[in-house]
């Protein structure tokens, strides 16, 4: 059993390493290269996904990166559609997250809650000024579905404010996902963001399951709030592509 631990959290370790690239300016690098050139990220690692290749999309004419403005910190100028991380390589995308041009109705996304939490969140929302909803999700060959939503306002503050008194909490969330009413903290994942301007708060549902495993996270990243949700039905969701997916969403976010 001790063996088994310390292969496990030696693969943590390596996970956190690949990922935490140490800064803006490194996240900005590594979402640019092919997943074979990433150390550890080679074909048949364990758990990892194979994503397409990655890059940040272009900013409009004399516009800075998000977290380079000192004027307005925080702001992402790029197109938010395109701030979305894609589908991995073999899975089927739920095309109906694409929303109309690319932009999901709010509703769909509020779906996601659990009544009443739906409910307080929907005039959470309202009251907060949410501008709009890009969305992406998929489902890979083992069963696991994944939903990625990025929603933006109107500054980083007002994120801040959401993300802290709103939607995370020390031990639960904020609000509720519908199908993992009970949900905790989860202070065993590594921190893969690679950035120190992203926060990130990360949620396991606990036993008993229900009909599936879910796992939740929220990072507060300027202007822009990201919900991150895997559930898998009948089987337990990896963690690898879980630290995977919030890992290269941070990046593009950064």
């Given at each position: 059993?001790?063996r088994k631990r310390a292969v496990t959290a030696l693969r943590w370790?390596?996970?956190?390493?690949?990922?935490?690239?140490?800064?803006?300016?490194?996240?900005?690098?590594?979402?640019?290269?092919?997943?074979?050139?990433?150390?550890?990220?080679?074909?048949?690692?364990?758990?990892?996904?194979?994503?397409?290749?990655?890059?940040?999309?272009?900013?409009?004419?004399?516009?800075?990166?998000?977290?380079?403005?000192?004027?307005?910190?925080?702001?992402?100028?790029?197109?938010?559609?395109?701030?979305?991380?894609?589908?991995?390589?073999?899975?089927?995308?739920?095309?109906?997250?694409?929303?109309?041009?690319?932009?999901?109705?709010?509703?769909?996304?509020?779906?996601?809650?659990?009544?009443?939490?739906?409910?307080?969140?929907?005039?959470?929302?309202?009251?907060?000024?949410?501008?709009?909803?890009?969305?992406?999700?998929?489902?890979?060959?083992?069963?696991?579905?994944?939903?990625?939503?990025?929603?933006?306002?109107?500054?980083?503050?007002?994120?801040?404010?959401?993300?802290?008194?709103?939607?995370?909490?020390?031990?639960?969330?904020?609000?509720?996902?519908?199908?993992?009413?009970?949900?905790?903290?989860?202070v065993d994942l590594p921190d893969t963001s690679g950035s120190a301007?992203?926060?990130?708060?990360?949620?396991?549902?606990?036993?008993?399951?229900?009909?599936?495993?879910?796992r939740q996270a929220y990072l507060s990243a300027g202007d822009v709030?990201?919900?991150?949700?895997?559930?898998?039905?009948?089987?337990?969701?990896?963690?690898?592509?879980?630290?995977?997916?919030?890992?290269?969403?941070?990046?593009?976010?950064?």
């Amino acid at each position: 059993m001790k063996r088994k631990r310390a292969v496990t959290a030696l693969r943590w370790i390596a996970v956190a390493a690949v990922f935490a690239v140490g800064g803006t300016a490194g996240a900005y690098g590594i979402t640019r290269l092919d997943r074979e050139d990433v150390p550890g990220l080679a074909k048949g690692a364990d758990g990892l996904w194979e994503f397409p290749r990655l890059s940040s999309p272009p900013l409009p004419a004399d516009s800075p990166a998000p977290f380079a403005d000192g004027d307005q910190p925080g702001v992402h100028h790029a197109d938010l559609r395109a701030l979305v991380l894609p589908a991995p390589k073999g899975a089927v995308e739920d095309r109906a997250l694409r929303g109309s041009d690319g932009w999901l109705a709010t509703g769909d996304f509020l779906s996601e809650y659990a009544e009443p939490d739906r409910s307080a969140l929907r005039q959470l929302l309202v009251d907060t000024g949410l501008r709009h909803v890009a969305a992406r999700g998929w489902t890979t060959e083992d069963g696991t579905r994944t939903r990625v939503y990025l929603l933006r306002f109107g500054t980083a503050a007002v994120v801040d404010d959401l993300y802290h008194r709103h939607l995370t909490g020390l031990d639960v969330p904020g609000h509720r996902v519908r199908g993992a009413e009970r949900a905790a903290y989860n202070v065993d994942l590594p921190d893969t963001s690679g950035s120190a301007e992203i926060r990130r708060s990360v949620y396991d549902e606990t036993r008993p399951y229900g009909a599936e495993h879910v796992r939740q996270a929220y990072l507060s990243a300027g202007d822009v709030l990201a919900v991150v949700l895997l559930s898998r039905a009948g089987a337990t969701v990896e963690t690898v592509p879980f630290l995977q997916t919030l890992a290269l969403q941070s990046q593009l976010l950064a």
